[in-house]
């Protein structure tokens, strides 16, 4: 399909989305659709409407999946067959559908998300109108062959949305941020997060004389331009590759990593204050004001615990340097995001404290790691915390337990101690109950409408050995 869509003419999109989100180990999204981080980022913004282009499968998913995550909100979709798709009618409809979705009454912007098929078919979405009636329309390409997870699929979006609104900012007046204060210094965080972390982190800031900018993805059109206006972009999460490349454009410095535990808070606060010249008394106020309380919350819910941690949301480092803090062992961090510069902090931290860091992590790799150090804790994916559960291993699903709750400050060192400290408890629990379901699922026993157990065809198993004997051999006889 990446051959296809690059002869299609899509090959400078192509490049862009492979040198922005690079492949590796694996190349294809190893969860759930990555269209679905674009469509949440803008399903999230207030009049803003979202239209799919794509296959009524995919559609499918990806809208059960938005409502299940609370949407509340249409999500547009111009239906395609094979006819509509080689004679560029779907095209025409698309451009039809957002005239009709474009009314400046009700929306600042039309998003459209080309998917997979008509990506690969090279569906010119650069050749919508950029503007009708002072609705933005924004086209983008987010096929599973070309992004790798849905966590940088959400960059493909905002990064988008912010390019289109500094271009306007740098080409005259533009709309007021509805909650802007005049005088005041911000920071915009990078990276959708659990809502009590930004007031967390303003109260980090506040004796650097420093507030919240509006934080990206944004979640109304006016915000991007409070956004680009701030003094300094923290990338907390670190891969929003084209979001960075749109504040660099409009000169703000950008920093890496996160106030998380102690040596991560005072780290992060020294960077922020040096990026935004802030004097050095106040600086030794705001790490007087925020270390103790987090040292405190650490000591209160000490961790005795070996964890593995993987996940694919960007904030897997983050949660190690605070579990370490804690006290817990964490031989292994996977993330399916990867590399770059403003992970790099917490990376150097994690490795000097044993921890082995593995970027784009595939599933293989985070159960070998999981198998190989047998955790008294995984913090996982959903298919890792399945396997952690049939070894008797404590698992806990990194997006709705980890990410559901406070990483920042005194309120996460507290918050996410707390919860490692109780699931680690129950491994006793899970050893009786392995025991107790020992063989159920397996597969001999798996399935419904079986009295007794299934036997298998006579012969059945010995003739499928010999064909495989036979295959391996003729696989062995090429090229001798
Ligand atoms: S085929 Fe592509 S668009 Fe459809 S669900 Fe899979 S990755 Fe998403």
Known sequence: MLEAARAAGKGEAMARLAEDYPRGPHDQPQSMCPAFG???????????????????????????TSHFYGAR?????????????????????????????????????????NLCVPTASGVPLELLPKTIGGVRVIGIDVPGFGVPTHAEAKDVLAGAMLRTARLEAEAGPVARPREMQEGLRGV????ELFPADPPGIAALLAPLGLSLAPQLPAREWRDLY???????????????VATVREFRAAGRPVVGSAPVGVEGTAAWL????????????????AKARALPAIRAALAAN???????????????????????????????????????DWSAADRDWLAARGAHVQYRASLEQDMAAMKEVRPDLALGTTPLVQKAKELGIPALYFTNMVSARPLFGPAGAASLAGIVAAQTRGRERFAR?????????????????????????????ERQRKLRAAKAKAEEAVGT
């Open 38 to 64: 674009s469509l949440r980022v803008g399903l999230r913004m207030r009049r803003v409407a979202t239209i799919l282009s794509g296959s009524a499968c995919c559609v499918y998913g990806l809208t059960f």
């Open 302 to 340: 000490p961790i005795q615990a070996r964890v593995t941690v993987s996940g694919y949301e960007g904030s897997e480092l983050l949660v190690a340097r605070l579990l370490i803090e804690a006290g817990a062992e964490v031989p292994y961090v996977g993330t399916a995001c990867p590399r770059t």
């Open 188 to 191: 915009s965080l990078i990276g």
């Open 226 to 240: 409070g956004a680009l206006d701030s003094v300094v972009a923290a990338a907390v999460h670190p891969f929003y």
């Open 270 to 285: 020294e960077a922020i204050a040096g990026a935004a010249g802030v004097e050095a008394a106040r600086l030794d106020d």
């Open 433 to 461: 109950m392995v025991s107790f379901f020992d063989g159920v699922g397996t597969p001999d026993g798996a399935g419904y409408g079986f009295r007794e157990r299934p036997v298998d065809p006579p012969g059945f198993r």
């Open 73 to 113: 909100r249409s999500v547009g979709y111009v239906p395609f067959n094979s006819e509509t798709l080689v004679t560029g009618k779907l095209f025409e409809d698309i451009r039809d559908a957002v005239h009709q979705t474009a009314n400046p009454d009700e929306h600042d912007a039309v998003v459209v998300i």
